[in-house]
C-alpha cells in the first residue's frame, strides 16, 4: 500500500487557513525588489559600468529585476611562482593523507590541495575508524581563520620563541616545588603520551591532567572498572538485528561519534531483513528522528527504562511506556547476541549494566577500546576546585578553554587571574588565553606533525599539508625544546613508532595515513591510577546527578553538541555556523527546545511572520544559583513532556569574530560535567527572530516521501508500496513514463556517459556532512543570518526534514482505511493533519534533480542554462540575466538567486571577504558575481577530471571512480552517484530496483536523481 501521509516541515503549514503558507506557496521570493528606488535614481542608472546588458536593463523583460542583477566580475591579476615547487603542477590535486585530532573530533581524512594549499578534506577510505562529520569537512576553512594568533605573547606583548623560551625556563624554575597542573585534551597520541611523561619527570611538581570539553568520565570509569582499561567499548551496528538505545544518541556525537556508517548498512534491506532500532530519548536527536521507534522519556524515566532492560524492575513508568519497554525487552531476547543496548546516561552504574548485559553481544568490542576520550570528571573539578581556592599555583593549558567551558565559572576565573603562572598553548586568543601570562601560538592540524591510536591497535599519522602561515609552534615541540632534547617532532615520531610499523616502511605508512598494528603503546592513561578507582565511581557526584531531589527545579534539561558546532571548538567558523540543524533546521543560534504541552503552559509561542521568519518566546533558565538570560524557545515536536534540551558550544566571545558571536553559553550548567540536570524556566519580555528554513521552499502535500513498512516491503508486489504515477491521455490514464505523456522529442542518452545520483533514504541519517563538502567543493558563499531569515540561502544541497503526522505507519493507514462517509472524511483527515506529540521523521536530501525534461530550461530567455549530453543540467553563469524565471518554473525549489556579491563585500564579511579565507577557494569552480542563478553543478569538474585522466592513461572508468562531492563525502552509503549507460556499475543497479523513485515524478521532468523509498522495521515480537 503507498504512503498518502502528509507530511510538514513546520507547525505553520498544519494551519490551512495561514496566509504566510500560502504567501510561500505563490512566491519564491518573498521580499520584494525596490526597483522604484534604483530606476528612479538618474545617477545610479548613469554610474553603472555594465555595458554587455543594457538593452535588457532599459527595455528588456523584467527590466527591474535585470537591472539590480547585472553586474561584471572584477578582474584580479595573477602573479607565477618565481620557482615552482617539484611536485606541483598548476591545475592538478594533490591528496596527503593525514588526521584531525582536536579532543573532539577524530578522524582519518585525506586533504587535497592546489598549488600548496588545503581546499577540501576528503574521507581515507582506508581507515577502520569513525566517519568524517560535517565539522571534520568543514576544519579546512579554520585553517584560514583571521582570528588565528600570528605569534606568542608574554603579558599581552608578541614576542618571538626565544623569548618566550626564556620566560618559560625562568617561570617555571620559580615555580620549583609548588603545584603546577598541565591541563591537556585528550590526545590519543603515542607519541605526546611519552613527551607529557619525559616533561613531568623534568618538573616532577607538574602533574597532567586531561580534560575533556564535553565528558564521557562516567561511561570512561565503568568501562575501567570493568575491564581494568581506561577507554571505550566500541560498537558495530553493522553487526546489529536489534538497537536500543535510552538516551544515547549515537548517530551524533555520542562517546566520540563515527558510528552512523556502519548503522546504515544495517538499515538498507537485504533478503528481507534489516535492523530494527528503539529509541528512549528526551530531546529530538538525530537517533531518535532515524528509529522505527521512538519513545519520549525525560533522564528520570530513562533510568527506570534501563533498570528494566538490563533486568531489574520498573518504578512509576505511564502503562504506554511501560509496554513499550516490554516490547523492546522481547526484541532483545529474540535478537540474543545480534541485539544491543546502549545509553548516555550520565551515571555509572547504568553504564556498567549496559557493559555487563552487552559482554555477549556481538555488536560490542570491549577487546579493542576507543581511546579517544580519557577526561576524568572528579579529577578535573579537583584542579577547578585547587585553582579557585588558590591551592594550585600554575597551570597550563593545551587544546582547551577552560575560562569558557569550565560551569563554575566566577570563581574559578578569579583564581585563574591570580595565578603564579598561566600559560595557554591556542590557536586563538580565546577566553582562556585572552587571561594568561604566556600564550603559544599553536599551528592548525594541516600544518602539524602528529601520531594517533584512536582505538586500540589502529594508529593513523598527522602530516603537515602546507607550511605554517604564521609563526606558531606545535606543542610537542615546546616540550622537546623544554626538555633539551635535541630532536625535532618529526624525528620523535619516527623514533616513537619504530615498534609500531612492524614490517611497514615509514613511508608506505605516511602514504597510507592508517595502519593496523598489535604494539603495545601507551595512550593518555593518567588520567584515573587504578587504585582510585572504587573511591572515583563512589565519590563522583555525576552518579547523583539524575535524583531530582539532589537539585531545584521542575524540568529536566538534557545538554547536547549541536552537529554543526560540536563543543564550541570550531565557533569562528561560519560554514558550521550557516549549517542548518538537521531537526530544527535552525542556523546561526542554540535554543531552548520545549515540548508543545509545556510551552502551553508556560505561554512560550513560536511564530511564523510574512516572509515566513521564525520568531520565538525568551527564558530564563534557572539553576539553583545559575541563571542563562533571554534563551529563545523552539516548540519541538517529540520533546519529551518535562523535559528540555539546549545545545552547549555557543556563546563564544573571544577569539570570535563579531558576527559569530552567537546563541547563548550553557556551559554555566554543566554542573559536575553532567549532560542532564534540574532546571526551571521563567519567561521574559522579548521576541527572537530565528533564522530558520523549515518553511523555505516546502513541497508540502506533494508526492515527496514515500515510505512502506518492512512487513508489506516483504510480502506485497512493488506497484502496492511504490506506485508509479498515472496521467490522464484521452481520458485513459497512462503512466507518466509513457512515450505518449512526453509532450518534447527525445535523444538517444545511452550513446556515451550519463550520469544519475541514487539517494537512499533509509541510509540518510541526516547528518550534513554533504552539505560542507558541498560548500567547500563549489565555492557556496556564506549569506549570515539576516540573509538566510529572508530565505536566501545559497545551499546548494539541503536536507530536508519532513514530520508525519501519526506516531506509527500503520495507525496512518488504519485510520484512512477506516475513514467512511463525508463527515467522517472532514473530521478524521482534519485530525491527521494535527502534529503528533511524537512524529515520525524523514530525512530527503534535495539539490538540482538534473531532470532530462528540465522546465527551467524552457522558460530561460537566454539560454543560460542548458542539458548536456551526460545527463547534467549547465549553468552558463555569463549569460543569465538574473530573471529568475527557471526558479519560478522549478518543482523542486533548488535554485539560488544570488542577491548581492558575497566575495569582498564588507555586507557579507565572513571568508571570502579577506585574503586569508579566500585561500581556500577550488580554483576549478568560478565565484559567481551578483545577479545570476546558481545551483548544483553535479560536480560537473569531478566528472570531467575522471573522464580525462582515463583518457590519458588509455584505460576504462572504473564503477565508483565518478564522484560528487556529496557522494564521496557520504560514508553511509546513502548517496551513490555514477554512468547509469554502465549495465554493471552500482548506479544501474540502484536505478533499476524497485524500491527506486522519482521525487514528484507526475509532473514528468524526467529528472536523473532517484530516490530509494525508506521502509521502516514496524514489526513487534
Request: with cysteine.
Amino acid at each position: 500500500m503507498a504512503s498518502n501521509k502528509k507530511y510538514w516541515k513546520s507547525v505553520e503549514e498544519l494551519n490551512e487557513n495561514s496566509s504566510i503558507v500560502e504567501t510561500l506557496q505563490q512566491n519564491e521570493f518573498v521580499e520584494e525588489i525596490p526597483t522604484d528606488k534604483f530606476l528612479g535614481d538618474k545617477n545610479v542608472l548613469e554610474a553603472t559600468s555594465t555595458t554587455r546588458r543594457d538593452f535588457l536593463k532599459y527595455v528588456g523583460f523584467t527590466t527591474a529585476a535585470a537591472s539590480l542583477a547585472a553586474c561584471e566580475g572584477p578582474v584580479i591579476k595573477s602573479i607565477p611562482y618565481v620557482v615552482a615547487p617539484d611536485e606541483i603542477v598548476p591545475g592538478v590535486a594533490n591528496y596527503y593523507a593525514t588526521a584531525m585530532a582536536d579532543g573532539f573530533d577524530f578522524a582519518n581524512v585525506l586533504v587535497k590541495t592546489r598549488e600548496g594549499r588545503p581546499i577540501k578534506i576528503e574521507r581515507n577510505d582506508l581507515s577502520k575508524m569513525g566517519g568524517v562529520n560535517a565539522r571534520v569537512h568543514a576544519s579546512v576553512l579554520s585553517l584560514y581563520d583571521a582570528q588565528r594568533l600570528p605569534t606568542p605573547l608574554i603579558n599581552g606583548e608578541e614576542a618571538s620563541w626565544e623569548e618566550f623560551d626564556v620566560a618559560v625556563a625562568q617561570k617555571m624554575n620559580e615555580m620549583a616545588g609548588k603545584d603546577v597542573v598541565l591541563l591537556t585534551q585528550t590526545f590519543a597520541s603515542p607519541s605526546t603520551t611519552k613527551l607529557i611523561k619525559e616533561f613531568t619527570a623534568k618538573y616532577p611538581n607538574v602533574r597532567h591532567v586531561i580534560y575533556d570539553t564535553v565528558s564521557s568520565s562516567e561511561a570512561l570509569d565503568a568501562f575501567q572498572s570493568v575491564h581494568g582499561t581506561r577507554g571505550l567499548a566500541d560498537y558495530d551496528f553493522s553487526k546489529a538485528e536489534v538497537i536500543v538505545s535510552v538516551g544515547a544518541d549515537f548517530l551524533g556525537d555520542w562517546q566520540g561519534g563515527g558510528y552512523d556508517a556502519g548503522y546504515a548498512q544495517g538499515r538498507i534491506p537485504k533478503n528481507g531483513k534489516m535492523s530494527k532500532h528503539i529509541q528512549f530519548e528526551a530531546n529530538m536527536t538525530l537517533s531518535g528522528a532515524n528509529a522505527d521507534k521512538r519513545i519520549p522519556a525525560t533522564p528520570g524515566q530513562q533510568i527506570e527504562i534501563l533498570k528494566a532492560l538490563t533486568g531489574g524492575s520498573a518504578v512509576g513508568l505511564p502503562p504506554a511506556m511501560a509496554e513499550a519497554v516490554s516490547n523492546a525487552k522481547a526484541q532483545l531476547q529474540k535478537a540474543g547476541s545480534k541485539g544491543v543496548i546502549i545509553t548516555g546516561l550520565p551515571n555509572v552504574a547504568a553504564q556498567k549494566a549496559v557493559l555487563s548485559y552487552n559482554a555477549n553481544s556481538e555488536v560490542m568490542d570491549a577487546t579493542k577500546p576507543r581511546l579517544t576520550a580519557m577526561g576524568n570528571s572528579a579529577e578535573v573539578q579537583r584542579v577547578m576546585s585547587a585553582v579557585a581556592a588558590g591551592v594550585v599555583k600554575g597551570l597550563i593549558t593545551v587544546g582547551v578553554d577552560p575560562v569558557y567551558s569550565f560551569p563554575d565559572n566566577d570563581s574559578f576565573v578569579e583564581g585563574y587571574k591570580n595565578l603564579e603562572m598561566s600559560m595557554a598553548f591556542a590557536m586563538k586568543l580565546d577566553a582562556t588565553a585572552s587571561l594568561a601570562q604566556l600564550v603559544a601560538a599553536t599551528p592548525h592540524y594541516l600544518e602539524s606533525w602528529g601520531d594517533l591510536q584512536m582505538k586500540k591497535g589502529s594508529f593513523s599519522l598527522i602530516q603537515p599539508t602546507i607550511r605554517p602561515l604564521f609563526n606558531t609552534r606545535q606543542f610537542q615541540d615546546c616540550l622537546l625544546k623544554w626538555t633539551a632534547n635535541p630532536k625535532n617532532y618529526y624525528d620523535y615520531i619516527k623514533e616513537t613508532w619504530a615498534s609500531v610499523l612492524g614490517g611497514t616502511s615509514w613511508n608506505q605508512a605516511l602514504h597510507d595515513g592508517v595502519l593496523l598494528s598489535d604494539a603495545s603503546v601507551e595512550t593518555d592513561t593518567t588520567a584515573s591510577p587504578t587504585d582510585q578507582i572504587s573511591e572515583t565511581l563512589e565519590s563522583n557526584s555525576a552518579n547523583g546527578a539524575l535524583s531530582s531531589a539532589l537539585q531545584e527545579g521542575d524540568l529536566w534539561l538534557t545538554l547536547y553538541t549541536k552537529t554543526s558546532l560540536g563543543d564550541g571548538a570550531q565557533a569562528n567558523n561560519p560554514w558550521l555556523q550557516e549549517m542548518p540543524d538537521p531537526i530544527t533546521r535552525t542556523t546561526w543560534d542554540n535554543y531552548v527546545t520545549v515540548s508543545a504541552e509545556d510551552a502551553s503552559e508556560m505561554g512560550l509561542e513560536n511564530n511564523h511572520v510574512a516572509n515566513g521568519g521564525l520568531n520565538g518566546s525568551y527564558v530564563n533558565v534557572r539553576m539553583g544559583d545559575v541563571v542563562i538570560e533571554n534563551v529563545p524557545v523552539i516548540i519541538q515536536p517529540g520533546q519529551a513532556k518535562g523535559s528540555v534540551g539546549l545545545a552547549l558550544g555557543y556563546g563564544k566571545k573571544e577569539g570570535i569574530q563579531e558576527e559569530m558571536q552567537t546563541g547563548v553559553n550553557a556551559y554555566p550548567l554543566y554542573k559536575d560535567f553532567s549532560s542532564v540536570q534540574k532546571v526551571s524556566l521563567e519567561k521574559v519580555p522579548g521576541v527572537h527572530e530565528f533564522a530558520c528554513v523549515q518553511l523555505h521552499n516546502t513541497m508540502m502535500g506533494r508526492d515527496i516521501i514515500r515510505e512502506t513498512s518492512l512487513e508489506i516491503f516483504n510480502t506485497k508486489d512493488a506497484e502496492v508500496w511504490n506506485p508509479m504515477p498515472m496521467v490522464s491521455k484521452d481520458h485513459q490514464e497512462i503512466p507518466v513514463t509513457s512515450p505518449d505523456a512526453d509532450l518534447w522529442e527525445g535523444f538517444d542518452r545511452s550513446v556515451g556517459h550519463h550520469f544519475n545520483l541514487s539517494i537512499d533514504l533509509n541510509a540518510c541519517t541526516g547528518c550534513g556532512a554533504c552539505v560542507i563538502a558541498c560548500h567547500a567543493e563549489n565555492n557556496v558563499p556564506v549569506v549570515g543570518k539576516e540573509e538566510m531569515r529572508k530565505s536566501r540561502d545559497m545551499h546548494w544541497l539541503r536536507i530536508d526534514r519532513y514530520y508525519s503526522s501519526e506516531e506509527t505507519f500503520e495507525n496512518d493507514f488504519e485510520k484512512k482505511d477506516n475513514i467512511s462517509g463525508l463527515g467522517s472524511s472532514l473530521s478524521e483527515y482534519g485530525e491527521m493533519e494535527n502534529p503528533s506529540a511524537n512524529p515520525q521523521v524523514a530525512f530527503q536530501p534535495v539539490m538540482c534533480q538534473h531532470c532530462n525534461h528540465a522546465p527551467c530550461e524552457t522558460v530561460c530567455p537566454v539560454a543560460a542554462t542548458s542539458h548536456g549530453r551526460q545527463g547534467q543540467n549547465h549553468m552558463a553563469y555569463n549569460r543569465c540575466v538574473g530573471t529568475r524565471y527557471c526558479a519560478n518554473n522549478c518543482p523542486y525549489k533548488v535554485r539560488r538567486f544570488n542577491w548581492f556579491l558575497y566575495a569582498e563585500n564588507d555586507e557579507f564579511d565572513y571568508h571570502m571577504n579577506n585574503d586569508l579565507g579566500r585561500m581556500v577557494l577550488n580554483p576549478d569552480v568560478v565565484v559567481r558575481s551578483r545577479g545570476v542563478m546558481e545551483k548544483c553543478s553535479m560536480c560537473i569538474q569531478m566528472t570531467q577530471l575522471t573522464i580525462l585522466e582515463a583518457k590519458r592513461d588509455g584505460r576504462e572508468i572504473k564503477d565508483g571512480e565518478f564522484q560528487t562531492a556529496c557522494s564521496s563525502a557520504c560514508d553511509k552509503g546513502a548517496m551513490v552517484f555514477g554512468d547509469v549507460n554502465d549495465h554493471d556499475s552500482k548506479i544501474y543497479e540502484l536505478a533499476n530496483n524497485n524500491r527506486m523513485y522519482h521525487l514528484l515524478e507526475a509532473v514528468g521532468t524526467k529528472p536523473n536523481v532517484v530516490y530509494q523509498t525508506k521502509v521502516r522495521n514496524t514489526s513487534e515480537v
